[in-house]
């Protein structure tokens, strides 16, 4: 397997710009994670998703981000518009259903700087 | 709700010598604990995990960690560092038995740096 596909790997653009990342998880995983780092905050989650339907979106900071999953095979997550704290690292994750092994899968990240 | 406090943002340490990162969390119910690992331009990967039975767990590379209920931790070590080792190290808690998948809740993390 290919493991989980984010792309783009980097995402330059400027304040104000809608941005799109997207993640292909992993074929059979039907938990899909989106998670923020920055130097100040580390690793937060954002939101994730069950069968594709969004369970938990508490993390969102704002109603500039948003994120769907129209599918089990992809995702995204759009911030409209953009701003320069929006600036970080956004990773995609996904796992099994129902695993005791709980391990996430993650992909190698989008690194989004916004001008 | 859970949380997790890594003890330390960088840790440096000298080839060969022991690795310790702390770890402490905060969990109303029975915890998940786990490390991770992130290497630069990566993403995350699980180096080890407790869920029940034996607090001490090995991970991958030599790592251990050991859960302590009574002192709320889950420490990682090392007994020897190596230069590859220089990494970020993620601690994170999820909720305990019988409640699905649950999502996990990492700390800051600890960068370990290794000197020849």
């Known amino acids: 397997d290919a493991g989980v596909i984010q792309s783009p790997r980097h995402e330059v653009t400027e304040m104000g710009q809608e941005v799109t990342l997207r993640c292909k998880p992993i074929s059979g995983h039907d938990y899909l994670f989106w998670y923020r780092q920055t130097m100040m905050r580390g690793l937060e989650l954002l939101i994730y998703?069950?069968?594709?339907?969004?369970?938990?979106d508490s993390g969102m900071p704002e109603d500039r981000f948003s994120a769907k999953m129209p599918n089990a095979s992809f995702s995204t997550l759009k911030i409209q518009p953009s701003e320069p704290r929006d600036s970080a690292v956004y990773f995609c994750?996904?796992?099994?259903?129902?695993?005791?092994?709980?391990?996430?899968?993650f992909g190698s990240g989008t690194q989004l700087s916004v001008l | 709700a859970q949380s997790v406090t890594q003890l330390g943002s960088h840790v440096s340490v000298s080839e060969g010598a022991l690795v310790l990162l702390r770890c402490n969390y905060s969990s109303s119910v029975p915890p998940y604990l786990f490390w991770y690992v992130q290497y630069p331009n990566q993403g995350l990967q699980l180096l080890l995990k407790y869920t029940t039975g034996a607090t001490l767990v090995k991970g991958i590379n030599g790592f251990e960690a050991e859960f302590k209920k009574s002192e709320t931790s889950f420490h990682l070590t090392k007994p020897s560092a190596h230069m590859s080792d220089a990494a970020e190290y993620f601690c994170?808690?999820?909720?305990?038995?019988?409640?699905?998948?649950?999502?996990?809740?990492f700390g800051t993390g600890t960068r370990l740096l290794v000197s020849p």
């Open positions: 994750a996904s796992s099994r259903r129902h695993t005791t092994n709980e391990k996430l899968f």
């Open positions: 994170a808690v999820s909720e305990g038995v019988n409640t699905g998948f649950q999502k996990l809740v």
């Open positions: 998703f069950n069968n594709n339907v969004p369970i938990d």
